[in-house]
């Protein structure tokens, strides 16, 4: 994204989010119903929404990796930064989960549910704030206790 | 395939009708590598909370790191864009401001009294927050984006919280029904 200025980049985002909550919208994934049922197994509509977005992507992808496509941004052959298996991913994972499964609303369907004038979701925009931030809060803790029992052990030998 | 004309407008509007499943998805897929052509960068949601953190003052260490700093900031306009899309979304077909359906299973689940139903849902959205940044992804991050690159990662994360959402849901709905709340 070197070649964009900030603004332009900003401007595209926006413009790829609006694109993408309206499809949250249209898609059903903004309704809480929807994701009640699909949990409980009694209408899979949003299950086939997700397995044909992982595909086409995926397919897309593939042809990319194949065929060396080149970033309009970049100039350069598309990248494809796999995300770490960090410590914390698969507990992480399962409170999100709950988190999900008890609302019926994901980091992605939030906003564009508020859009939607489904106010209540301002509460729980809110609440992934405070979450997020806990991580933060928690992990420097960790770390200064850490680095605090390391200059102990090295004071006592 | 259906070809009659009015299927074309009824994707734009019509009321309470969803687009057909492997139509959003499609569109949901090609917006993904969209993205990625243009700007070289993985589509994701929740990060975009680590740069609210930092945008709100956090001055902790995660949220003054690379991958939340200013220069990331189109992660946050990307959500802006996410909240405009919805809005036009329901401008229209109409829906804009009607009342949430909660469904059968979160009516029952969810506390009737006001105040009790802002902690719940404040709690949800904490456990929202707190697992998908651990968990460094959510549904978009993780398996629309990560899953279709084959990322052994986002592979297991999507695994775990897809289990425990439906493993969540199940034992509610098994609870309530167990109590009589929900018949």
Known sequence: MKNLSKNTRNGLFL???????FLLSRAGATDPAMIGKLLLLQNLHLLWVIATAVLVGGVLNLAAKIWHWRSLATGQPLSFPHKPFVRALVPG??????????????????????GEGQWFVAVILVGIVIGTWLVGFVQHAWHRHQQRQRAESVRAS | MNTDPTWLTSLWQSADALWPAWVAGAAIGVLAFGQRWLTDQPLG????FGNACARLGSRLPLFQSNAHGTHTDWKLWFLVGIFLGGLLASLSNGSFAAPSHFGDLYTAL??????????????????IGLGSRMAGGCTSGHTINGVAMGSPASIVASAFFFGAALATAQIADWLLRATGALS
């Open chain 1, 15 to 21: 413009l790829i989010g609006t694109a993408f909550g």
């Open chain 2, 45 to 48: 949601c929740s990060a975009a």
């Open chain 1, 93 to 114: 994972a399962i409170l999100f989960g709950i988190g999900w499964g008890l609302t019926g609303v994901c980091p992605g369907t939030a906003p564009a549910m508020l």
């Open chain 2, 110 to 127: 969810m506390p009737q009294d006001t105040a009790a139903r802002i902690a719940w849902w404040l709690f949800g959205g904490v456990m």
